[in-house]
């Protein structure tokens, strides 16, 4: 059957892509990878300068009447609507853009994986100098200004823990990802998970952005070795 239905689609595609494999099956159909055709103008979603495209078609036979068929798009949601195959209905399959070793659509998976990862590397980074400060700093109360070093010293480690549990949730995200792509191979919909690890990602940014001052510190007692403390 599967066979039957990758050439009819193959043949209604004739002349604009060329079906190269299966990329993942669902409850609503079959995604194929495929090349567009040299002189084909490409899709709006689809990646400059690549010729990959992902092509989604329902692998079920024909909806019944003209209304629209049960388990179309709703809002936020990828699936499409199980058209009938390829032009025979007036309709075509959809076409989304895609790029092998990429992101594929609006999902942007490889993005945030790269995004996590150098996150997770800059937190894991940052949270060793912040140990290593913490140690500089010591606890001896026959230090002088040991007031003014409690100060920094508390500041420091509650920026070292949140830097910690910041980076505990980026290394949960990436395991979401890994996890999801696994599902999303074996033809499950794992859209809102993965969307939800881009909302992580954007809270890693704005953490980092917020850590400026602490960068600040680090990169005066790397230069002289020691801290400038200001009562204020």
């Known amino acids: 059957?599967?066979?039957?239905?990758?050439?009819?689609?193959?043949?209604?595609?004739?002349?604009?892509?060329?079906?190269?494999?299966?990329?993942?099956?669902?409850?609503?159909?079959i995604v194929y990878l495929a090349v567009r055709a040299r002189g084909v103008a490409r899709t709006s979603q689809g990646s400059a300068g690549s010729r990959?495209?992902?092509?989604e078609s329902a692998s079920?036979?024909?909806?019944?009447?003209?209304?629209?068929?049960?388990?179309?798009s709703r809002p936020g949601c990828r699936h499409v609507s199980p058209d009938r195959d390829g032009d025979r209905a007036g309709r075509r399959p959809a076409v989304?853009?895609?790029?092998?070793?990429?992101?594929?659509?609006?999902?942007?998976?490889?993005?945030?994986?790269?995004?996590?990862?150098?996150?997770t590397r800059s937190l894991r980074a940052q949270v060793a100098e912040l140990n290593g400060v913490l140690a500089e700093l010591g606890d001896d109360p026959a230090v002088p200004g040991r007031?003014?070093?409690?100060?920094?010293?508390?500041?420091?480690?509650?920026?070292?823990?949140?830097?910690?549990?910041?980076?505990?949730e980026a290394v949960t995200a990436l395991e979401t990802i890994r996890v999801g792509l696994l599902r999303m191979h074996a033809g499950e919909s794992v859209t809102m998970e993965l969307k939800a690890a881009q909302g992580i990602s954007s809270d890693l940014e704005g953490l980092l952005d917020g850590h400026r001052e602490v960068e600040r510190l680090l990169?005066?007692?790397?230069?002289?070795?020691?801290?400038?403390?200001?009562?204020?």
């Open 96 to 119: 989304r853009g895609a790029a092998e070793g990429d992101s594929q659509g609006p999902v942007g998976v490889a993005d945030t994986v790269r995004g996590l990862e150098a996150d």
């Open 147 to 168: 007031d003014a070093r409690e100060k920094v010293r508390a500041d420091v480690s509650a920026t070292r823990d949140e830097a910690e549990a910041r980076m505990r």
């Open 52 to 55: 990959s495209c992902a092509v």
């Open 1 to 29: 059957m599967e066979g039957q239905h990758f050439v009819e689609l193959q043949t209604a595609l004739a002349g604009r892509y060329s079906l190269e494999r299966v990329l993942g099956r669902g409850g609503m159909g």
């Open 219 to 232: 990169a005066q007692r790397r230069a002289t070795g020691t801290f400038t403390i200001v009562d204020e």
């Open 60 to 72: 079920g036979s024909s909806s019944s009447g003209g209304g629209r068929p049960q388990g179309g």
